[in-house]
């Protein structure tokens, strides 16, 4: 069920690169946690208040009117909390071999 609600909701972030994908969900787990203070965002993050300006205005026009539904804010933030920080993820695997 999980991974079927991620998949739903994320689904705007699927044509996102990889890297871009993983800074979008951190900086939208953080809005949501945060309720959208630009400065905790930012200093949760360790990037500068512009940069969370400017990856939110990127999510709003990827969500669109999602970002300002409370039910639709409350998917969002359970199916990114569930799975734990992205950046938490991708320092705690082993790097790929090939």
């Known amino acids: 069920l999980l ?3 991620r998949a739903r909701c ?8 990889p890297g871009s ?3 979008f ?6 809005w949501l946690v ?12 360790q990037v500068h208040p512009q940069t969370v300006r400017y990856r939110m205005n990127r999510l709003h026009e990827l969500f669109g009117p999602v970002l300002a539904d409370p039910d639709g ?23 790929e071999r090939r």
């Not at 969900?25 to 953080?30: F, N, P, V, Y």
């Not at 945060?34 to 993050?45: K, S």
């Open 3 to 5: 991974e079927t609600l």
């Open 10 to 17: 994320l689904a705007p972030l699927q044509g996102a690169s």
């Open 21 to 23: 994908r993983a800074a």
């Open 25 to 30: 969900q951190d900086t939208l787990r953080s």
């Open 34 to 45: 945060r309720m959208g203070d630009r400065r905790a965002i930012a200093a949760d993050l």
């Open 73 to 95: 804010r409350l998917r969002l933030l359970l199916a990114l909390a569930w799975d734990g920080p992205v950046a938490d993820q991708r320092t705690d695997r082993q790097p």
